[in-house]
């Protein structure tokens, strides 16, 4: 299985800041590569798919790139809604395994 | 409205076995590849199993392999995964989840709320 390292584990940011996850792959993946947002006690939500490409309804703010290995998700300034966890996901081969997911606190 | 509606979850002895049901509605559920996606509790998230758009082809992660089998009625837009065996470490939220591709190379789109699993004596 591809093996999926989100870094860092935690983040503690503030309102207005700007926010970078790093996702690496233990093997390319080209560009087959998502995003989720997931708050406590709720489903996980789409963000991007196909490393750069905004899932409908997705706040602009919200910005995906890297391919091959590496990844990152940026939010261009934090907002209070989003304070959660980001888990990045693999789909080049199945199993579609996600990374461990990155904590995003208030400051 | 996507709608993707899990049952069955509840606690179960290990060794025990329980079926999840997933009734989905407001797309052709016919069209799409489907997955189950677990979260054991305070950790991350696992692709369990997926099965293909006319229920022909599945797969699962290495660990459930041979104890949990997925499966879908098109007729009733439902999906199922029976799980046998059933180990402590199974436990956790299981998510009914809508596949964009193939089953086998797939990201989520619309997600369940989730139906809890708990293995215990």
């Known amino acids: 299985d591809i093996q999926m390292t989100q870094s860092p584990s935690t983040l503690s940011a503030s309102v207005g800041d700007r926010v970078t996850i790093t996702c690496r792959a233990s093997q390319s993946i080209s560009s087959w590569l998502a995003w989720y947002q997931q708050k406590p006690g709720k489903a996980p939500k789409l963000l991007i798919y196909?490393?750069?490409t905004l899932e409908n309804g997705v706040p602009s703010r919200f910005s995906g790139s890297g391919s091959g290995t590496e990844f990152t998700l940026t939010i261009s300034s934090l907002q209070p809604d989003d304070f959660a966890t980001y888990y990045c996901q693999q789909y080049n081969s199945y199993p579609g395994t996600f990374g461990q997911g990155t904590k995003v606190e208030i400051k | 409205e996507v709608q993707l509606v899990e049952s069955g979850g509840g606690l179960v002895q290990p060794g025990g076995s329980l079926r999840l049901s997933c009734a989905a509605s407001?797309?052709?559920?016919?069209?799409?590849?489907m997955h189950w996606v677990r979260q054991a509790p305070g950790k991350g998230l696992e692709d369990v199993s997926g099965?293909?758009?006319?229920?022909?082809?599945?797969d699962y992660v290495h660990s459930v392999k041979g104890r949990f089998t997925i499966s879908r009625d098109n007729s009733k837009n439902t999906l199922y995964l029976q799980m046998d065996s059933l180990r402590p470490e199974d436990m956790g939220v299981y998510y009914c989840?809508?596949?964009?591709?193939?089953?086998?190379?797939?990201?989520?789109?619309?997600w369940g709320q989730g139906t809890l699993l708990t293995v215990s004596s």
């Open positions: 407001g797309f052709t559920f016919s069209r799409y590849a």
């Open positions: 196909k490393a750069s």
């Open positions: 099965i293909s758009s006319d229920g022909d082809s599945t």
């Open positions: 989840v809508r596949g964009t591709g193939s089953y086998y190379g797939t990201f989520f789109d619309q």
